[in-house]
């Protein structure tokens, strides 16, 4: 095949696996029940697919990572370029806090179990591997994908599919265990979802809305189509600001190793700020947003067309990410994969079950259910989880999940940029040395985390009927 169809070719292919999904959604009653995403489907049985026709037809692995590393970047982009709207509170804040907490646990949980195996059964594994939990669970696909790239560079082989491994783990312990969770406390606490509160109930479970006079808005032009196509508008603003990021993050690749007089350690930050790249075009576009609305052109961002756009890379991206899934990779690391991804998995349910129960906050159980779905899978899927038991978002554990979701970013940033700490003991030759201090200063970040977390949510005493004595 001519190279120049190959791209096409692959859109092509995940688009036609996204309608197949959409359409056994609409007919199969148990993915209609569980409101189980279409993107998550589609990846699955794409994934199938190649596994089972492996001779007549391959995933495509290194073009589908290329795809997932840059529609990541375009998600957060447009999601950041969203005005803002308002109604942040104390429990938004709080839910951000939890956030923070849980993923500096995955991290350590998974530090702690990688260098077990490095001193026993796997002395060769590399010293990030314990970061996969937080990466594959909490961050999601794209961000695991990207960083393991970024490693790859610096002698971890397959690490973006490692990443992606752990990825698929992450939606079947938020889709699969969610909803044994959501079970669990609806019995212990006698709360029965009303379904019928809203009137496309029908159209939420089979995925489609057939009624003309049903069909949501997708967003509003704000530019005549005589000059420019007000969707066009939108995706070049998106491009435009993935393009200021992919220079200044170029230039800051010229210019540092000039600045720091160990190569070495250039080439290792330089590697992860490529990986973090999606944060910094997420950064670029809030600073966009910001000096539009300072000289009153903030109005031709659209809302609506903004999630559109980070919504259809989304879908493109989470089918790819599980499609470009590798047996083989996965058969390598098996055990230490098994046991990390349990172990996340239950420390994840047990630390916001508990936590959530003990805060006094409002909601618990929609609130334990947004939270978990979001660490273990991706904010979307914590939002699907919700939407069972809070059909119509009467409470405010659907927006605390979003908003606080942005509140955690600076308080996770800390957390990934300690990533570069145990490469740099690689490179030194003391790998025990940085790693077991770098363990030392996450457990304390926690540990501060936490004790933030309990002092915020003092004042949340006695406000729900539900909260643990």
């Not at 073009?63 to 429990?91: D, Q």
């Not at 978002?393 to 908003?403: E, G, P, R």
Request: net charge neutral; hydrophobic share 50%; proline share 3%.
């Amino acid at each position: 095949m001519e190279s120049h169809w190959l791209f096409v070719v692959d859109l092509m292919t995940i688009g036609l696996f996204l309608l197949l999904a959409t359409y056994l959604r609409s007919k199969i009653v148990f993915l209609q029940k569980n409101l189980i995403p279409n993107n998550i489907i589609a990846g699955f049985l794409l994934f199938f697919v190649g596994l089972i026709s492996a001779e007549h037809f391959q995933i495509p692995i290194d073009r589908y990572g290329k795809y997932i590393y840059h529609l990541l970047a375009i998600v957060f982009i447009a999601m950041s370029l969203r005005k803002s709207e308002s109604g942040n509170s104390k429990t938004t804040f709080a839910t951000g806090i939890l956030h923070s907490l849980s993923s500096a646990v995955q991290v350590i949980v998974g530090l702690v179990i990688a260098f077990v195996f490095m001193k026993t059964t796997n002395p060769d594994l590399f010293p990030t591997f314990g970061y996969f939990i937080l990466l594959g669970f909490s961050q999601g696909p794209g961000q695991a994908y990207s960083i393991g790239t970024s490693w790859e560079s610096l002698g971890f082989e397959n690490a973006a599919n490692i990443g992606l491994t752990f990825a698929a783990l992450g939606y079947i312990w938020a889709v699969v265990f969610g909803l044994i969770l959501i079970r669990v406390l609806q019995k212990k606490y006698n709360i029965t979802p009303d379904l019928k509160t809203i009137d496309d109930t029908k159209g939420n479970e089979i995925g489609v809305i057939k009624k003309v006079d049903d069909q949501p808005c997708a967003g509003e032009l704000t530019t005549h189509n005589s000059a420019i196509d007000g969707f066009t508008f939108q995706i070049a603003l998106v491009l435009v600001v993935y393009f200021i990021t992919y220079l200044s993050i170029k230039g800051v690749e010229f210019a540092l190793p000039f600045a720091l007089k160990n190569e070495s350690i250039a080439s290792q930050i330089i590697s992860l700020l490529w990986g973090l790249h999606f944060i910094f075009g997420s950064l670029f576009a809030i600073l966009t947003r910001k000096i539009m609305l300072r000289f009153g052109w903030g109005n031709i961002i659209n809302n609506g067309l903004m999630t559109r756009i980070s919504g259809s890379s989304l879908d493109f991206m989470v089918t790819a990410a599980i499609a470009a899934i590798s047996i083989s990779v996965f058969l390598e690391y098996i055990t230490i994969i098994a046991v990390m991804s349990i172990s996340g998995g239950m420390l994840t349910m047990w630390l916001v079950v508990r936590e959530i129960r003990k805060s006094g906050l409002d909601s618990p159980l929609e609130r334990i259910i947004s939270v978990y779905g979001t660490l273990t899978g991706t904010l979307s899927t914590g939002l699907t989880l919700t939407r069972i038991i809070d059909p119509d978002f009467k409470t405010k554990a659907a927006h605390d999940i979003v908003f606080g979701a942005g509140i955690a970013i600076p308080f996770i940033f800390p957390i990934m940029a300690s990533m570069i700490v145990p490469t740099i003991g690689l490179e030194e030759g003391n790998v025990d040395t940085y790693y077991l201090i770098n363990l030392a200063a996450l457990s304390v970040y926690a540990f501060l985390l936490f004790l933030y977390w309990r002092y915020y949510t003092k004042n949340f005493k006695n406000n729900s009927p539900q909260q643990d004595k």
